[in-house]
């Protein structure tokens, strides 16, 4: 709900003029007026706002936008092929009344190739449209001037010449301007490079898929090993992802071969065994009535015991996890430890947060050195940050807190891990690597399929933008299940977003690929 009320901000959709073309969207609709009411009470702004209140305010009030304009004689853009439609119509409003030769300047710089963003609204289109003009309110072209920048002063020969050959006569050939697809431009290396480069192709074979897959990481892990025993440890390394849900698979084959990884947003926090076990912690305590919760404390690192000692504290009279605890330490010293860091955590409950309770409660167990020995400085690091969102998070009641720092815990990741600070490999998705550059790039799973990838398209109504300058959305209703014939509409509008997808795809292999400086693979 909250991803269709931002695509109609982008789309410069105020609420009172949302048209609902389903039914779904009429609940999108009773929610975005809400969401607006109570933006307004809170004089609070989302991140959309921050752009589409600066372009309704330089469109409804002539005074402010002439005052900037003055302001701003000179206007540099960059990242230019990122622009989504909202940013666009700032820049008209900007630009309003400007006329070639009279002092004022408009910079673009971009490359459409190295377009990735479409999730976040932007439309490569729009760079293609700004080479002919900006259309200015009221009619008219700001004409540009433009110019393509040819050399490249990153990588050596080789690598701009296989890059030329590869994405100029096969991946980017004969561009489809429906899709977004764009044209390629070659670059020549500059005279500043010296002779070289290496490119290489892996390929790895099985019985059957997964044991060919299986092979690549280990590969991978073994062909940085021998970078670092070559001592050419200060070499800078990329190792780039399509997509994260394989980043465990390569983090975990780089740390069995002892290779230290720096991990840009690698795994999330709630996905380390150590947080959840002191989520666990943390839920029993504020909860001593979770049942789950209870029995997990007897396999959490800090007081972890064999099955014998579980059923004997499980077969202790007492209603709850709470009461059996505190007989079975009344009986087996054992217990003693565990049954004394209960009682100092309830007793401070409701009297410090709860971030700070689980800490005493964590540390008086040996919770940092157990972990250390476990998990190592990174887990030590990654109980540090969990405790920390506790205590940031925190909403007075226990519960409340809880359920809190569930919510953000999943867009928190683990920290870096301190042995590798000082690497110089570095793990990350292609998205994050845009704008860096490294020694040697690998771009592991090319086999991947961008248009396999996620759910099963299922979608009850498909809305996409016509392949036309500024032009309008259409929307689709899916066929009724009961019906074999599907709406012809619809199946244009999901051939047009898969070859959009398709096109997209074929930019992050060019970002990706243009990455490296002295070799790829």
């Given at each position: 709900?909250?991803?269709?009320?931002?695509?109609?901000?982008?789309?410069?959709?105020?609420?009172?003029?949302?048209?609902?073309?389903?039914?779904?969207?009429?609940?999108?609709?009773?929610?975005?007026?809400?969401?607006?009411?109570?933006?307004?009470?809170?004089?609070?702004?989302?991140?959309?706002?921050?752009?589409?209140?600066?372009?309704?305010?330089?469109?409804?009030?002539?005074?402010?936008?002439?005052?900037?304009?003055?302001?701003?004689?000179?206007?540099?853009?960059?990242?230019?092929?990122?622009?989504?439609?909202?940013?666009?119509?700032?820049?008209?409003?900007?630009?309003?009344?400007?006329?070639?030769?009279?002092?004022?300047?408009?910079?673009?710089?971009?490359?459409?190739?190295?377009?990735?963003?479409?999730?976040?609204?932007?439309?490569?289109?729009?760079?293609?449209?700004?080479?002919?003009?900006?259309?200015?309110?009221?009619?008219?072209?700001?004409?540009?001037?433009?110019?393509?920048?040819?050399?490249?002063?990153?990588?050596?020969?080789?690598?701009?010449?296989?890059?030329?050959?590869?994405?100029?006569?096969?991946?980017?050939?004969?561009?489809?301007?429906?899709?977004?697809?764009?044209?390629?431009?070659?670059?020549?290396?500059?005279?500043?490079?010296?002779?070289?480069?290496?490119?290489?192709?892996?390929?790895?074979?099985?019985?059957?898929?997964?044991?060919?897959?299986?092979?690549?990481?280990?590969?991978?892990?073994?062909?940085?090993?021998?970078?670092?025993?070559?001592?050419?440890?200060?070499?800078?390394?990329?190792?780039?992802?399509?997509?994260r849900n394989r980043l465990t698979t390569?983090?975990?084959?780089?740390?069995?071969?002892?290779?230290?990884?720096?991990?840009?947003?690698?795994?999330?926090?709630?996905?380390?065994?150590?947080?959840?076990?002191?989520?666990?912690?943390?839920?029993?305590?504020?909860?001593?009535?979770?049942?789950?919760?209870?029995?997990?404390?007897?396999?959490?690192?800090?007081?972890?015991?064999?099955?014998?000692?579980?059923?004997?504290?499980?077969?202790?009279?007492?209603?709850?996890?709470?009461?059996?605890?505190?007989?079975?330490?009344?009986?087996?010293?054992?217990?003693?430890?565990?049954?004394?860091?209960?009682?100092?955590?309830?007793?401070?409950?409701?009297?410090?947060?709860?971030?700070?309770?689980?800490?005493?409660?964590?540390?008086?167990?040996?919770?940092?050195?157990?972990?250390?020995?476990?998990?190592?400085?990174?887990?030590?690091?990654?109980?540090?940050?969990?405790?920390?969102?506790?205590?940031?998070?925190?909403?007075?009641?226990?519960?409340?807190?809880?359920?809190?720092?569930?919510?953000?815990?999943?867009?928190?990741?683990?920290?870096?891990?301190?042995?590798?600070?000082?690497s110089t490999i570095q793990l990350m998705?292609?998205?994050?690597?845009?704008?860096?550059?490294?020694?040697?790039?690998?771009?592991?799973?090319?086999?991947?399929?961008?248009?396999?990838?996620?759910?099963?398209?299922?979608?009850?109504?498909?809305?996409?933008?016509?392949?036309?300058?500024?032009?309008?959305?259409?929307?689709?209703?899916?066929?009724?299940?009961?019906?074999?014939?599907?709406?012809?509409?619809?199946?244009?509008?999901?051939?047009?977003?898969?070859?959009?997808?398709?096109?997209?795809?074929?930019?992050?292999?060019?970002?990706?690929?243009?990455?490296?400086?002295?070799?790829?693979?």
């Open positions: 709900v909250h991803g269709a009320i931002s695509q109609a901000k982008n789309d410069l959709i105020r609420v009172d003029a949302y048209q609902p073309p389903t039914y779904w969207h009429e609940a999108v609709a009773r929610v975005y007026e809400r969401y607006e009411a109570l933006l307004g009470e809170h004089n609070a702004l989302d991140f959309d706002d921050l752009l589409i209140k600066a372009e309704e305010l330089f469109r409804e009030h002539a005074d402010v936008r002439q005052r900037y304009q003055r302001r701003y004689r000179h206007i540099l853009v960059d990242e230019f092929q990122d622009t989504n439609r909202t940013q666009w119509e700032l820049l008209r409003r900007l630009t309003a009344g400007w006329e070639r030769e009279d002092g004022r300047t408009l910079f673009i710089v971009g490359d459409p190739k190295q377009s990735i963003y479409a999730f976040r609204n932007a439309e490569v289109r729009l760079f293609e449209e700004a080479k002919r003009g900006i259309p200015l309110p009221g009619g008219g072209l700001l004409s540009l001037q433009n110019e393509v920048l040819e050399t490249n002063f990153r990588s050596l020969p080789k690598l701009v010449s296989w890059t030329n050959e590869i994405f100029g006569e096969t991946v980017m050939a004969d561009p489809d301007g429906d899709a977004d697809e764009v044209s390629f431009s070659p670059s020549i290396p500059s005279g500043m490079n010296s002779q070289g480069g290496a490119v290489t192709l892996s390929l790895f074979s099985g019985r059957n898929r997964e044991i060919a897959a299986a092979r690549e990481p280990r590969w991978l892990a073994g062909s940085v090993s021998s970078l670092l025993k070559e001592g050419k440890e200060n070499l800078s390394v990329g190792i780039l992802l399509f997509t390569y983090l975990s084959a780089l740390k069995e071969a002892a290779v230290p990884v720096q991990v840009q947003e690698g795994l999330a926090l709630s996905d380390r065994p150590e947080v959840r076990y002191l989520l666990e912690t943390a839920r029993f305590l504020a909860a001593p009535q979770d049942d789950l919760a209870g029995a997990s404390l007897f396999r959490s690192p800090w007081f972890w015991c064999d099955l014998p000692l579980f059923y004997e504290a499980a077969s202790t009279e007492g209603a709850g996890w709470l009461e059996k605890i505190r007989a079975a330490a009344s009986r087996n010293g054992r217990f003693e430890p565990l049954a004394a860091a209960i009682e100092n955590a309830l007793l401070r409950l409701g009297r410090a947060p709860l971030g700070t309770v689980v800490e005493r409660f964590w540390e008086s167990l040996g919770g940092p050195r157990i972990t250390a020995a476990l998990y190592g400085p990174a887990g030590v690091e990654n109980c540090r940050a969990f405790l920390c969102a506790l205590k940031e998070n925190d909403e007075g009641l226990a519960s409340a807190t809880i359920n809190r720092v569930e919510q953000v815990l999943q867009k928190i990741y683990e920290p870096v891990d301190p042995r590798a600070s000082e998705t292609i998205h994050r690597a845009k704008g860096l550059e490294f020694d040697v790039v690998y771009i592991p799973f090319m086999d991947w399929r961008p248009l396999a990838s996620g759910p099963r398209r299922s979608d009850p109504y498909l809305v996409e933008r016509m392949p036309l300058p500024g032009g309008p959305h259409l929307v689709a209703l899916a066929a009724d299940r009961r019906q074999e014939k599907q709406n012809p509409l619809y199946s244009l509008l999901d051939n047009l977003a898969a070859k959009k997808k398709w096109g997209e795809a074929k930019r992050w292999f060019y970002v990706a690929a243009t990455r490296a400086r002295e070799a790829l693979h």
